[in-house]
């Protein structure tokens, strides 16, 4: 069976991001065919479906289906976070580079970063940060946010010790935890570890439909029945209130059902980009690292920089993200099969080769 049922035929390798995936023909279908109803009254079927199922994943109370994993962070951490509060995250961190300062604006959360290579969470780096109920001298930290698996990382599997470290004594000192789950499922796949341990680490927990499960849209932000209450409020207040989107949410569903599994043919096809690329020349990435479906590469002093490189490999049929002027990335997904894998192992090798 091919791996990449929604890409259209003949097209461009595309390792942009696991966001660029079409809906496949069965996710149409699921789509057509979804019960509605009118979702500010909380009337949508399928909508309430998703949201039970999501939050019963995760072993939380309820569950709030938003547009976008930017908006669910951006619920998840208000209702922890007050204005004039602080939330802690690494400086990575996507609720911090790429949400585009929402929760600062919209909610007044100030935030403090801590460095972490890779992405990985030391849990005693923001621990040692944290400062609670500071009184009128400091920003009092109400909570911290860890990304699992971490984007700008490079799909970074979070350790589960250091979790639950960072659990144990947030706990203690009364400080919450928010996870950006947008690829809490490749974390699952790639350690076997059940979701709902990993939820059973936080208060709030994102996790996104739309990236490597398939969807075309749609996240879920989970916690206790009074936050996620309180999330829909913020969520109309945010002009989000959605109507018969159970054609939406239809997507999300078939997507854990049929998609979930199929992650771990991401991985698989993730390393093997590496291993290519490092085959060419090691100082781009080490395979080893390449835990889930993201592929971080360095591109080394000497070589032409990232733009140039990534427009070589796009004439060459092959798309890559550039996220700096020497740091690229490759991100595997449901439209990118065995064989695209093979031509992109090819173009990319070929011009690694040539920038020695
Ligand atoms: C780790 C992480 N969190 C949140 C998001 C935000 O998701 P969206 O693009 O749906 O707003 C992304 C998007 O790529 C992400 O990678």
């Given at each position: 069976m091919s791996a990449?049922?929604?890409a259209p035929a003949g097209g461009p390798v595309d390792l942009r991001s696991?966001?660029?995936t079409r809906p496949t023909a069965g996710m149409r279908r699921a789509m057509a065919e979804a019960e509605v109803g009118d979702d500010v009254y909380g009337e949508d079927p399928t909508v309430n479906a998703l949201e039970e199922?999501?939050?019963g994943l995760l072993g939380h109370e309820a569950g709030l289906f938003c547009p976008s994993g930017s908006m669910t962070n951006m619920l998840g951490v208000r209702t922890l976070v007050g204005p004039g509060q602080e939330l802690l995250c690494d400086s990575l961190a996507h609720v911090v580079r790429a949400e585009l300062g929402g929760h600062a604006a919209l909610a007044g959360v100030t935030t403090r970063t801590w460095a972490a290579p890779a992405g990985l969470l030391d849990a005693e780096v923001p621990l040692a940060m944290a400062v609670p109920r500071a009184g009128p001298y400091l920003v009092s930290t109400t909570a911290i946010a860890v990304e699992n698996t971490h984007n700008f990382g490079g799909g970074t599997v979070q350790p589960i010790a250091e979790l639950q470290a960072l659990r144990v004594?947030?706990?203690?000192?009364?400080?919450?935890?928010h996870?950006?789950?947008a690829r809490l499922w490749n974390a699952h796949v790639a350690t076997g570890i059940p979701l709902d341990e990993y939820g059973a680490l936080a208060d709030t927990v994102s996790v996104c439909l739309s990236k490597g499960l398939g969807a075309p849209v749609g996240s879920?932000?989970?916690g206790d029945a009074e936050r996620i209450a309180a999330a829909r409020v913020w969520r109309k207040r945010y002009g989000a209130g959605m109507r018969q989107v159970g054609v939406l949410a239809a997507a999300g569903s078939y997507a854990l059902a049929h998609h979930l599994a199929g992650l771990a043919g991401d991985h698989a096809r993730a390393k093997r980009l590496a291993e290519a690329v490092a085959g060419a020349d090691e100082r781009w990435c080490d395979p080893a690292a390449v835990e889930t479906n993201i592929v971080a590469l360095e591109v080394p002093p000497g070589a032409p920089a990232a733009p140039q490189l990534a427009a070589e490999a796009s004439a060459a049929g092959v798309l890559v993200s550039v996220l700096g002027p020497r740091r690229m990335r490759l991100v595997t997904h449901l439209d990118v099969d065995d064989a695209g894998v093979d031509r992109a192992c090819e173009v990319l090798a070929g011009l690694v080769a040539g920038a020695r």
């Open positions: 990449a049922p929604g696991d966001t660029v199922e999501v939050a004594a947030t706990a203690a000192a009364g400080i919450a935890v996870l950006d789950g879920v932000v989970v």
